[in-house]
């Protein structure tokens, strides 16, 4: 059985903790977030750490105990040092210009795709635009703008071209067989 709820929360120099009922705000060098604690689950600030303690034992407490400690480490992690998502293009031709807070895409389709970024997400392009860098502090948003921008051009079952994130692996079928 996993105790991740138990494990303390450690807060590096710089992070200060607001608790309020229902809310904990997270501030930190790189900004400002808020985690939400539901019922049943208390936060405590003993030094350098955050321990959250459950009222019992029972299954949803078990659970939102942990999700909670993991809420809440991703934040101070995220304010403290913040969070980077890599995607790269593949694809003869295939590139992403980032304009402001815009990336407008060539993705061999009849027109420029061109996504807009939430507010709190910042992007820059490397090697010849093939590389999209994804910044913030939001651990969850982050991953949410990296899965809709690789929605835009899915890495292809047979050659592998399209959006895919760093270190993805493709497996490519193989083509039709020559016939007789």
Not at 72 to 82: I, K
Not at 154 to 174: C, V, W
């Amino acid at each position: 059985m996993s105790r991740i709820g138990y494990t303390p929360v450690p807060l590096p120099a710089g992070v200060e903790l607001d608790i309020r009922p229902g809310v904990v705000g997270v501030k930190g060098p790189k900004g400002r977030l808020e985690v939400p604690v539901p019922d049943g689950i208390t936060v405590k600030v003993d030094g350098s750490e955050a321990k959250l303690e459950r009222r019992n034992d029972s299954k949803p407490q078990r659970s939102l105990h942990g999700l909670t400690r993991a809420l809440l480490a991703n934040a101070v992690h995220g304010v403290s040092q913040g969070y980077e998502r890599v995607l790269e293009i593949v694809g003869t031709g295939y590139r992403g210009e980032v304009k402001g807070n815009k990336i407008v895409f060539t993705l061999g389709y009849s027109h420029p795709v061109e996504f807009e970024l939430p507010e709190g997400i910042t992007a820059r392009a490397e090697e010849r635009n093939t590389v999209i860098i994804l910044q913030g502090i939001d651990k969850q948003k982050i991953g949410q703008v990296a899965a809709d921008i690789r929605a835009l051009r899915k890495p292809d079952a047979y050659k592998g071209k399209g959006i895919r994130y760093r270190g993805e692996r493709i497996s490519l079928k193989p083509g039709k067989a020559a016939g007789k």
